[in-house]
């Protein structure tokens, strides 16, 4: 019972992690149709410098936010140089961002090298916490799960009370409509690149605090975003809620109880949603 | 890619220009007009290793025309088919691991079934994963189609990490080589080239034989315009599934000389890299036509090889990132595409 309690837990904060990377994937694509498969070195970037800002400074928080802020100002770079001058030209975009991830992956890999780095978090987000049933369990990881939720309910009142989430709403119905009734559209396209962005950067430190970052982990992130927004449905953030809990359990499941097969269950959800919802879970048909 | 779009019209065009087929005419023309550049193409091919030195022939001819093949089958599926998929280095894959398991190796687990068995088999079962994997991705377009392929071929990458029993895990196979056949060791480097330069002329053959079929000019119809093709009655489903077959099966081929050339086959073989170098090689050369493969091939071989001298050992990637952007910033429709328009251009100026 406990050790089927303790997946439950690691599954949920996994989910966490996976949904922090993939919501700002799947807003990018919702409202852009901008498939940046760059994505993935968005998240280890951000992680890298975060480390780097974290070492400096000699403050976690410091980290977080350079994490999030540099990635927050790449994504808007990447959005007005890259995705604006392409806009339609989808199979351009995806190729232009394969490209530009391998170029990215080189470059970190120049800088930081091979190794794996860990960060330190304040003493009091290592130690461990008491809970009911699994005893003693990581205060990090609670602490990632509360902050995912924290940051998905926060998103979800950005889209769904505020004047600027009308906004994005709006582009992704209709961009052309949403121009012509006077909105500056390129500014709220720059605006929600920057938060999906920037969210990956967070999740960079997060996550790397959670595990580690090492070369590699750029494709396993854009991977695990990939199958979670095709589970969840493109563009919807409860989408991208809900397929990070099927792929976050499913893993720590698989990895729990038949190690070698623990993959072949993502990949199982994933083709059963194709099966029966090809738009993915709370996908809309496009 | 802007080349399938301005494709479109003259695709449809193709259907209407179609004259009635003729046993005799279809022949002729189902190679496209024999230029005098196809024939000086096959000279200086066949003539290549006897001034190439031994290193140049198998290193860099061979195994050009082993990626090629590979990535002939990814340029027939987007080119022909509006397909992009990542799969085809797996389905490549798929035929190396068949062969290691199925013919001999160093490791246990191979059977060491006799070659004319193995080949035969090893071609039949990636053609089928092929089929599998349109059926699967089939149901989804364009971007889709990318992401999920994608998707299939990492998990085929961890699945044959993990598993011991039939993959061998993280070592894979060791020593797998073509067999001595006709008093000749096809890992030589004169027998592999003539051998790869032959499979790779086929598969060229067929490539341009299919797109001239019934089969291939419905295909481009449906890239261009699937719901026009399915009013028309035409099973869109179907065709794409028959075009991953077809891709497939060049794949396959592709896979099996891959496998050779490098004398193993391990899950390092069919991981996220060499997935995505398939594409930056088509995409290099150029998919509009089935030369264009082989064109990246060739560049990303001699760049592979030679980027010691240009720039660190190192950073090859960044060096052949950076050319791909670059290609498919400047020039959508690659190598290819570059030199069309250079010729216009020049063509242009002489009038």
């Not at chain 1, 760059?38 to 280890?44: E, N, Q, W």
């Not at chain 1, 920037?198 to 605090?209: E, H, N, P, S």
């Not at chain 2, 341009?208 to 026009?228: E, H, K, M």
Request: contains cysteine; glycine residues 12%.
């Amino acid at each position: 019972m406990r050790f089927f309690l303790l997946t439950v837990l690691n599954g949920l904060t996994l989910a966490a992690l996976y949904f922090l990377v993939a919501s700002g994937f799947t807003l990018v694509f919702g409202l852009m149709r901008n498939v940046n498969l760059a994505h993935g070195s968005l998240y280890l970037l951000g992680g890298y410098i975060g480390f780097s800002a974290a070492q400096a400074s000699g403050s976690w928080f410091i980290g977080i936010a350079a994490g999030f802020l540099s990635m927050a100002l790449l994504g808007v770079v990447l959005q007005t140089l890259i995705f604006r001058r392409m806009e339609g030209q989808d199979l351009r975009q995806t190729l232009v961002t394969i490209g530009l991830s391998i170029v990215l992956a080189d470059l970190m890999l120049w800088i930081w090298g091979g190794e794996t780095y860990q960060f330190d978090a304040p003493q009091w987000l290592m130690g461990t916490t008491a809970l009911p049933l699994v005893r003693l369990y990581s205060t990090y990881r609670l602490v990632v799960l509360g902050a995912a939720i924290v940051i998905g309910i926060g998103l979800w009142l950005l889209l769904n009370k505020t004047r600027i989430g009308m906004m994005i709403r709006a582009g992704v119905d209709d961009r052309k409509m949403l121009a012509a009734s006077g909105v500056n559209v390129q500014l709220v396209f720059a605006t929600t690149f920057a938060i999906g962005a920037g969210l990956a950067g967070l999740a960079g430190v997060v996550g790397g605090t959670a595990l580690s970052i090492a070369p590699g982990e750029d494709t396993r992130y854009l991977l695990a975003s990939l199958v979670v927004v095709i589970v969840g449905g493109m563009g919807s953030v409860t989408g991208a809620a809900i397929g990070a809990l099927f792929i976050g359990l499913a893993e720590q499941f698989g990895l729990a109880y038949s190690p070698t097969y623990g993959i072949v269950y993502t990949f199982l959800i994933m083709v059963l949603a194709l099966a029966f919802r090809p738009q993915g879970i709370m996908g809309r048909r496009l | 890619m802007s080349s399938v779009v301005e494709m479109r019209a003259s695709a449809i065009a193709e259907v209407a220009a179609l004259p009635p087929a003729k046993a005799g005419r279809r022949f002729a023309t189902w190679l496209g007009k024999p230029t005098p550049g196809y024939v000086v193409l096959t000279i200086l091919l066949l003539l290549y290793p006897w001034v190439a030195s031994p290193f140049f022939t198998f290193q860099i001819g061979g195994q050009s025309l082993a990626l090629g093949i590979i990535a002939l089958s990814l340029a027939f599926l987007a080119g022909y088919g509006g397909m992009v998929s990542l799969a085809q280095m797996t389905l490549a894959g798929v035929a190396g691991y068949m062969v290691a398991i199925l013919g001999s190796s160093n490791v246990a687990v191979s059977l060491n079934w006799p070659w004319w068995v193995v080949l035969p088999l090893a071609i039949a079962v990636a053609t089928l994963a092929s089929v599998l994997v349109g059926a699967i991705s089939v149901r989804t377009e364009g971007i889709y189609t990318i992401m999920i392929t994608l998707a299939i071929g990492v998990a085929f990458y961890y699945l044959t990490q993990q598993n011991y029993e039939v993959f061998n895990g993280f070592n894979g196979f060791p020593r797998v080589l073509p067999p001595s056949v006709f008093g000749l060791y096809w890992r030589d480097p004169l027998p592999y080239y003539y051998l790869a330069l032959g499979v790779a002329a086929l598969c060229f053959g067929f490539v341009l034989y299919v797109r001239r079929s019934t089969f291939g000019i419905a295909l481009q119809g449906i890239r261009d315009n699937p719901r026009r093709m399915r009013a028309l009655g035409f099973n869109v489903t179907a065709h794409r599934v028959a075009a991953y077959a077809v891709a497939g099966l060049i794949a396959s081929l592709g896979g099996i000389l891959f496998t050779w050339f490098n004398g193993r086959i391990s899950p390092g073989s069919i991981g996220i890299g060499p997935l995505i170098n398939i594409l930056v090689i088509a995409v290099l050369g150029g998919v509009r036509h089935p030369i264009g493969p082989f064109i990246g091939a060739v560049v990303f071989v001699l760049l592979q090889n030679f980027a010691i001298d240009l720039v660190d050992r190192e950073r090859f990637n960044m060096l052949i990132g950076t050319i791909f952007l670059a290609i498919v910033l400047f020039s959508p429709d690659g190598l290819l595409g570059l030199w069309q328009r250079l010729r216009t251009h020049f063509s242009a100026r002489r009038l």
